[in-house]
């Protein structure tokens, strides 16, 4: 009954009655994939907001870019007259592998602001999982769709004595620039490389993207470029600023279909991906299939009542909801960590199948699911919500934290505080236990302790000042401007205050639940001796401030 009714408060807000249901009927008879519009604020779009081609948590993220440079007002933008790129990832402080295809003399050297193409919203289809438009300046008719960790492209040629789709990884592409580019022939059907998605001031490790390219038919040639100069007669273009392109003669109305595998980990896993998500070569069932695995999502949750615009709202969202957060495990359980020095490759344990327990995923900060989206997961998608501690748990076994927001295996200090607890903690009070819970509880507790996540502001990679917790830990808040501050982004003084307090309060639940004697000491409508400023006064239950003690916060 408490999950129920937390759930009704959940899903007040879209102004619709629901009950949770595996299908889904409402009065017009469209499903819930039906009822999802792509563009909704797509002309505001942050790189990793819009995502059409794509899966619940899809590794790939494939989908048309307007604009390629930059974190914010980047990607998909509606109101942009010009594509330059179908790039294939889309999260947070993520991006790679962007491809093209063109007509006539190739221009891929020239930029992509020279090789880009005009279109129009009239000839365009977007749903879940699918993306369909029309190139005007090559005259291509464009489609996109993908498996977990597999695009898979449909391109209508022209007829034209000189078609080409090219690989540039010489561009900035979204939040980050690209170091390094290899790419190598295999055959007349096959490419494989990688490329180097360099550092950014969220993400302190550049991260490579590994990838192979297949196509249906082949190409007639396969050349390259270099700071600008094109290259003729190779095998293999590799350095900073270049790119590769396959030539072809096309009829008038030709398809050719072309599949791009992805990994972080290596050429050979990316391979593997291609190879067990995406076998074939049948578009359509590909794309019906990603269809209807976003309709089997989203009817996790059925509307009844209100109006179609407030249930196309609701789906949008819940649609907008399950995406940002991106697997970057492999179908073999594979995964880069970059939390040491160097990469490592690391392994998911297996089941008794020999497949991966869970997957690992990257996440723009549960900073802001703490307030959102985090009842969301944990009580639609329960399986989701185990998967993503898991992940953290294993980060934590590796680099000796819990993140906040980690990206392609490195830890980001993402905003402030311990921001993963809440998740944690809300999981394991709505029966989400399947993980070593122990091992939980005590790397929650070290990020709530000097030296843990709590002690880093916003992006304070090297230092752990920018926190203030050794402040509030003596104080019972965190003084602003801080002293000896300025290492990271986000040193806020009362906003953290707040938010470190609601974070040991949701921990000490945890510990309560777990029959921990010592545990944080905070008031929660009984009387507690709390610290104000060097004295101690008894809280009652009229008190609204949240202070704890040096001594309470030393916990089992």
């Given at each position: 009954?408490?999950?129920?009714?937390y759930?009704?408060?959940?899903?007040?807000?879209?102004?619709?009655?629901?009950?949770s249901?595996q299908?889904l009927?409402?009065?017009?008879?469209?499903?819930?994939?039906?009822l999802?519009?792509?563009?909704?604020?797509?002309?505001n779009?942050?790189?990793?907001f819009?995502?059409?081609?794509?899966?619940?948590?899809?590794?790939?993220?494939?989908?048309?870019?307007?604009?390629?440079?930059?974190?914010?007002?980047?990607?998909y933008?509606?109101?942009?007259?010009?594509?330059?790129?179908?790039s294939h990832?889309?999260?947070?402080?993520?991006?790679?592998?962007?491809?093209?295809?063109?007509?006539?003399?190739?221009?891929?050297?020239?930029?992509?602001?020279?090789?880009?193409?005009?279109?129009?919203?009239?000839?365009?289809?977007?749903?879940?999982?699918?993306?369909?438009?029309?190139?005007?300046?090559?005259?291509?008719k464009?489609?996109?769709?993908?498996?977990?960790?597999?695009?898979?492209?449909?391109?209508?040629?022209?007829?034209?004595?000189?078609?080409?789709?090219?690989?540039?990884?010489?561009?900035?592409?979204?939040?980050?620039?690209?170091?390094?580019?290899?790419?190598?022939?295999?055959?007349?059907?096959?490419?494989?490389?990688?490329?180097?998605?360099?550092?950014?001031?969220?993400?302190?490790k550049?991260?490579?993207?590994?990838?192979?390219?297949?196509?249906?038919?082949?190409?007639?040639?396969?050349?390259?470029?270099?700071?600008?100069?094109?290259?003729?007669?190779?095998?293999?273009?590799?350095?900073?600023?270049?790119?590769g392109?396959?030539?072809?003669?096309t009829?008038?109305?030709?398809?050719?279909?072309?599949?791009?595998?992805?990994?972080?980990?290596?050429?050979?896993?990316?391979?593997?991906?291609?190879?067990?998500?995406?076998?074939?070569?049948?578009?359509?069932?590909?794309?019906?299939?990603?269809?209807?695995?976003?309709?089997t999502?989203?009817?996790?949750?059925?509307?009844?009542?209100?109006s179609?615009?407030?249930?196309?709202?609701?789906?949008?969202?819940?649609?907008?909801?399950?995406?940002?957060?991106?697997?970057?495990?492999?179908?073999?359980?594979?995964?880069?960590?970059?939390?040491?020095?160097?990469?490592?490759?690391?392994?998911?344990?297996?089941?008794?199948q020999?497949?991966?327990?869970?997957?690992?995923?990257?996440?723009?900060?549960?900073?802001?699911?703490?307030?959102?989206?985090?009842?969301?997961?944990?009580?639609?998608?329960p399986?989701?919500?185990?998967?993503?501690?898991?992940?953290?748990?294993?980060?934590?076994?590796?680099?000796?934290?819990?993140?906040?927001?980690?990206?392609?295996?490195?830890?980001?200090?993402?905003?402030?505080?311990?921001?993963?607890?809440?998740?944690?903690?809300?999981?394991?009070?709505?029966?989400?236990?399947?993980?070593?819970?122990?091992?939980a509880?005590?790397a929650?507790?070290?990020?709530?302790?000097?030296?843990?996540?709590?002690?880093?502001?916003?992006?304070?990679?090297?230092?752990?000042?920018?926190?203030?917790?050794?402040?509030?830990?003596?104080?019972?808040?965190?003084?602003?401007p801080?002293?000896?501050?300025?290492?990271?982004?986000?040193?806020?003084?009362?906003?953290?205050?707040m938010?470190?307090?609601?974070?040991?309060a949701?921990?000490?639940?945890l510990a309560?639940?777990?029959?921990?004697?010592?545990?944080?000491?905070?008031?929660?409508?009984?009387?507690?001796?709390?610290?104000?400023?060097?004295?101690?006064?008894?809280?009652?239950?009229?008190?609204?401030?949240?202070?704890?003690?040096?001594?309470?916060?030393?916990?089992?």
């Open positions: 009954m408490y999950l129920k009714r759930l009704i408060l959940l899903l007040f807000f879209t102004a619709c009655t629901f009950s249901s299908g009927q409402t009065p017009s008879e469209m499903t819930a994939a039906d999802v519009d792509p563009v909704v604020d797509a002309a779009s942050r790189w990793f819009f995502n059409s081609a794509t899966r619940p948590f899809g590794m790939v993220n494939l989908s048309p870019d307007m604009v390629i440079n930059g974190a914010w007002n980047s990607g933008r509606y109101h942009e007259d010009t594509i330059r790129a179908f990832i889309h999260a947070w402080q993520l991006s790679g592998v962007p491809v093209f295809p063109t007509t006539g003399p190739f221009r891929g050297h020239l930029g992509a602001d020279v090789y880009g193409s005009t279109y129009s919203h009239d000839n365009e289809q977007i749903k879940p999982g699918y993306h369909q438009i029309f190139l005007d300046t090559y005259q291509i464009v489609e996109l769709t993908s498996t977990t960790r597999t695009g898979l492209h449909r391109y209508t040629f022209p007829a034209s004595e000189e078609s080409h789709i090219h690989i540039d990884l010489s561009t900035f592409l979204g939040p980050c620039d690209t170091d390094y580019g290899d790419i190598k022939m295999i055959n007349k059907r096959s490419l494989e490389g990688y490329a180097l998605m360099g550092a950014t001031i969220r993400r302190p550049a991260v490579k993207v590994f990838f192979i390219i297949e196509f249906d038919r082949d190409f007639d040639r396969f050349a390259g470029w270099k700071d600008g100069v094109l290259k003729q007669d190779i095998l293999e273009i590799a350095g900073s600023r270049t790119g392109y396959v030539s072809f003669v009829k008038k109305n030709e398809v050719r279909l072309m599949k791009v595998g992805i990994s972080y980990t290596s050429i050979e896993a990316a391979r593997q991906n291609i190879t067990q998500e995406l076998p074939g070569w049948n578009f359509d069932q590909i794309a019906n299939e990603a269809f209807s695995d976003w309709n999502w989203l009817s996790k949750i059925e509307v009844r009542g209100g179609d615009k407030q249930r196309r709202r609701f789906y949008t969202d819940l649609w907008h909801a399950l995406q940002g957060r991106r697997i970057i495990s492999d179908v073999s359980g594979s995964y880069c960590d970059m939390t040491g020095d160097t990469m490592r490759i690391g392994q998911i344990p297996l089941d008794t020999g497949k991966p327990q869970f997957n690992h995923y990257n996440s723009d900060s549960f900073w802001g699911a703490q307030w959102t989206i985090n009842t969301l997961w944990q009580l639609v998608y399986q989701v919500a185990e998967e993503f501690i898991r992940s953290m748990l294993l980060m934590y076994q590796d680099g000796g934290l819990v993140p906040r927001g980690p990206s392609g295996g490195n830890y980001t200090y993402v905003m402030t505080g311990a921001s993963s607890t809440p998740f944690f903690v809300g999981a394991y009070h709505k029966g989400i236990q399947n993980y070593d819970v122990e091992l509880y005590a929650l507790k070290k990020n709530h302790l000097p030296g843990g996540m709590m002690s880093k502001a916003g992006y304070e990679h090297n230092t752990t000042i920018g926190g203030g917790l050794e402040y509030y830990i003596d104080r019972g808040y965190i003084p602003y801080l002293p000896n501050g300025g290492k990271g982004f986000h040193e806020n003084g009362s906003g953290q205050t938010e470190y307090a609601y974070q040991d949701t921990l000490a639940q309560r639940s777990l029959g921990k004697k010592k545990t944080i000491t905070i008031f929660q409508g009984d009387q507690k001796i709390i610290k104000i400023s060097g004295t101690r006064k008894k809280a009652g239950c009229g008190s609204k401030m949240l202070l704890v003690t040096g001594k309470s916060r030393l916990m089992n």
